[in-house]
């Protein structure tokens, strides 16, 4: 689950995917592309008080291929460097790539980000740990102190950890993964990509940054919550305390999705109601463009990275446009642009090279494929998946399917945050994970996510926004989850959607806050 990006980037990274979560008061353009790196401000690193002892290196440029020898070292910082009003440092661990067999000799490498103030580079401050929506999206590439952020650094050392196969921490792209040509072997190196491993190598970092590995707080946002659950169930001993934004998981069955999908279709059924509601012209553009694809060789276009947008590709705009702040007018703004324009009279009608070029980059898949690869399994344990929200939309198909709505003059629905076996036909970047997606479907012997009964006597104190429309967390099922963590204190809002901590973070970040530290009485 993403907290989704706005388009004309590399969307959401929602957790799902968030899509990620930019810092709020980055530009939309800027926020989308990654950070350059720039050289370090300060001549050496600032030590911080308590810390172990770190080596020195220099910006990750050269530390990236370093850390690729055997010999590397555990952990290596960086120095400090800026941004406006912030001071940055990367750091690098060496970890294992399944750590239940550490000495197996396979390792992998995690980067996280250390933020601070301007100015508080050598204070005493307590960590906040930062997990990102998803999963396989990076954390925020700072350009100034805004949003939540900013709020966080008044008080906090924050830690953005680039969770693995992510970012630079050994990320899987499809080129990456080609290095491994057998999809069976793809599998066995994918399965070592869940939250499980997410939290271990978070317990691995903690014990070699934080000053006398003392506990630290976890911010979770959407999937970065769904870890943060995972962490309260195997390693509560390194929490001080969590907070939660959009993220709270379903607990229970060994495969959640079918659960999962049944409730996110009847809020993705509303939010589509909702959209045309607003943009009541939008029927007939999207009509006309099915009608197009449908009737074009092959059931669809060509896209420019040469795959093919057809009518079920079309509603996959849902994803991000339907459940992000400001995503309906985005969404609106984009179908606009979908033909192009008559220059010649009776020219022949064609859908636009902007249109097919911003759809690819509404999905994102192409640089960040973990999204579409291991989304079902985040809901798996010790049970397969079996393209649970293909089989749920077919309990629905007399809604979603987009031929059938254009004939009878219907709307056509937008999907929401599914992932369906056909986007490995019709993404490029996808298809030759193709055979990897359809295993990992299958797969059943996934390791446990949560314990419910460690969650039951929950001792970490815990604060979680829950959004009354999130259309990737459902609110019943987040309510559901919450009465089984003890202690946990909710803030039930429909003032923001899943996007609310990139929304308004600030005020997201200091109300949680509040309901820790006893400034929001109980009653």
Not at 21 to 38: E, S
Not at 255 to 281: D, G, H, I, L, S
Not at 310 to 332: A, I, N, V, Y
């Amino acid at each position: 689950m993403s907290n989704r990006r706005p388009p004309g980037i590399a969307v959401a990274r929602l957790r799902c995917a968030a899509a990620a979560i930019a810092v709020a008061t980055a530009t939309p353009a800027a926020a989308a592309r990654p950070l350059r790196r720039q050289r370090a401000f300060l001549p050496v690193p600032v030590p911080v008080p308590g810390a172990a002892r770190l080596r020195r290196i220099p910006p990750l440029r050269a530390a990236a291929a370093a850390m690729s020898s055997s010999a590397r070292a555990e952990h290596e910082a960086g120095a400090w460097y800026a941004v406006p009003g912030l001071s940055l440092r990367d750091h690098l661990f060496a970890v294992p790539l399944d750590h239940s067999s550490p000495d197996s000799g396979a390792a992998i490498t995690v980067f996280a980000r250390e933020v601070v103030a301007a100015g508080k580079e050598d204070a005493a401050l307590p960590y906040l740990l930062y997990l990102q929506g998803g999963p396989g999206f990076e954390s925020p590439r700072p350009m100034e102190p805004g949003g939540w952020l900013k709020k966080a650094c008044e008080d906090y050392r924050v830690v953005l950890l680039d969770q693995r196969g992510t970012g630079l921490s050994t990320p899987l792209t499809p080129s990456s993964l080609s290095q491994i040509t057998s999809p069976a072997k793809q599998v066995e190196y994918l399965k070592h990509f869940r939250a499980d491993n997410i939290v271990k190598d978070a317990e691995f970092i903690r014990l070699r940054l934080v000053p006398d590995a003392k506990p630290w707080t976890v911010l979770g946002q959407s999937y970065g919550g769904f870890c943060a659950v995972t962490y309260l169930s195997f390693a509560p001993e390194g929490l001080k305390s969590v907070l939660l934004t959009g993220g709270l998981p379903p607990l229970g069955e060994p495969c959640t999705a079918q659960t999962v999908y049944r409730a996110c279709f009847k809020q993705v059924q509303q939010q589509n109601e909702k959209y045309y509601k607003r943009y009541p012209q939008d029927i007939q553009v999207v009509h006309d463009a099915v009608r197009y694809l449908s009737e074009s060789e092959g059931g669809g276009v060509v896209l420019p990275s040469g795959g093919r947008l057809t009518p079920k590709m079309l509603q996959c705009l849902g994803l991000s446009g339907l459940g992000s702040g400001g995503g309906f007018e985005r969404l609106h703004y984009l179908l606009e642009r979908v033909w192009d324009p008559v220059l010649v009279p009776g020219a022949k009608k064609s859908i636009s090279y902007y249109f097919l070029k911003e759809f690819e980059m509404w999905l994102g898949f192409d640089q960040n494929p973990l999204y579409a690869l291991l989304h079902e399994s985040i809901y798996c344990q010790g049970s397969s998946s079996k393209w649970s929200a293909e089989k749920v939309r077919g309990e629905y198909e007399s809604l979603f399917d987009p031929i059938k709505a254009t004939e009878e003059g219907r709307p056509v629905y937008f999907t929401g945050e599914m992932v369906f076996p056909c986007m490995f036909d019709e993404i490029h970047a996808l298809r030759d994970l193709k055979e990897a997606a359809h295993l990992l479907a299958e797969k059943e012997d996934w390791p446990p996510l949560y314990d419910v009964s460690k969650l039951n006597n929950n001792k970490v104190p815990v604060a979680a926004a829950v959004y009354y429309e999130d259309m990737y967390v459902n609110f019943n099922i987040a309510k559901e989850t919450a009465s089984q963590i003890a202690g946990i204190r909710l803030w039930v809002t429909n003032e923001y959607m899943h996007s609310g901590i990139r929304d308004g973070g600030p005020h997201v970040f200091e109300h949680l806050m509040g309901l820790l530290n006893g400034k929001k009485p109980l009653f």
